[in-house]
């Protein structure tokens, strides 16, 4: 009897088992759709880099974005900005891989010249904000190790908390929490920690909404908690599946980028 006992508590753990995600496809799965829903994705974005004192600096760009194929391979990303003046006409372009360095490129039109940017500048600031170019592409999955901590709600909604630490020690942070949404896999807040395990950095999917029927974060915010700055970010007009043309991911477009697709 005590036999049979056992063998029924074992047949009601294994579905739960089998169901149970680990850390790391809890992150995929939110990669996927942080990152790469859609064929292709455009928006107009409006970033403000607000300081410690309250001071706002206001950057616009159209950023259109190209999946070469399934979430986590290959993609391309191109901007194009509008404000303020001294950044006004300036175009970046990002091709990512899995696996490897990110190519990057950028338009600066006071000098007339495309500049290629060093594949170790990931971790540096995005147009002076408080994003880093990785935050902006993504960081690869494998690039560290992620465990499930815990389970609890952000407001109503129940995540997972997951934390991510870099494998290797080319990095500024040591360790990440991500809260991930069990229904839509957005990543709803995430904690960045130093190097010494001090919180430094916070980011905060502040809206959802969905977008052809996509969960998409339209406004976002990243804030150092270190210097006190921050940059809320708002998309707007977000659209999937356009049909956006491979060719305009070059060299020639990023000089004079057509105007269907960044007006």
Request: charge should be positive; charged fraction near 30%.
């Amino acid at each position: 009897m005590k036999r049979c006992w056992l063998w029924l508590i074992v047949g009601l753990m294994l579905p739960l088992q089998a169901l149970a995600l680990t850390g790391e496809e809890v992150m995929k799965k939110s990669q996927a759709a942080f990152l790469y829903p859609g064929k292709d994705f455009k928006a107009r974005v409006v970033m403000k880099l607000i300081n410690r004192d309250g001071a706002e600096r206001i950057r616009e760009m159209t950023m259109l974005r190209k999946n070469a194929g399934e979430a986590g391979g290959e993609q391309k990303y191109f901007m194009y900005f509008f404000q303020p003046a001294d950044v006004k006409d300036m175009s970046f372009m990002i091709y990512k891989y899995p696996a490897k360095d990110d190519d990057r490129w950028m338009f600066i039109p006071a000098i007339n010249m495309v500049k290629r940017i060093a594949a170790q500048d990931k971790r540096s600031s995005f147009v002076g904000s408080d994003f880093t170019y990785e935050d902006v592409s993504g960081r690869d999955i494998d690039d560290d190790s992620h465990v499930i901590e815990r389970e609890e709600k952000v407001g109503s909604r129940d995540s997972y908390v997951v934390k991510s630490t870099p494998k290797g020690t080319d990095t500024d942070f040591g360790a990440k929490l991500t809260w991930v949404d069990k229904a839509t896999f957005l990543p709803l807040k995430e904690d960045q920690y130093d190097r010494k395990g001090a919180l430094y950095k916070q980011f905060n999917a502040d809206e959802v909404a969905e977008v052809k029927g996509v969960p998409t974060i339209v406004k976002r915010t990243m804030k150092n908690l270190q210097t006190g700055h921050r940059s809320e970010v708002a998309y707007l007009k977000a659209d999937y599946d356009l049909g956006i043309e491979d060719s305009l991911f070059s060299e020639r477009f990023l000089r004079q980028p057509p105007r269907k697709w960044v007006d």
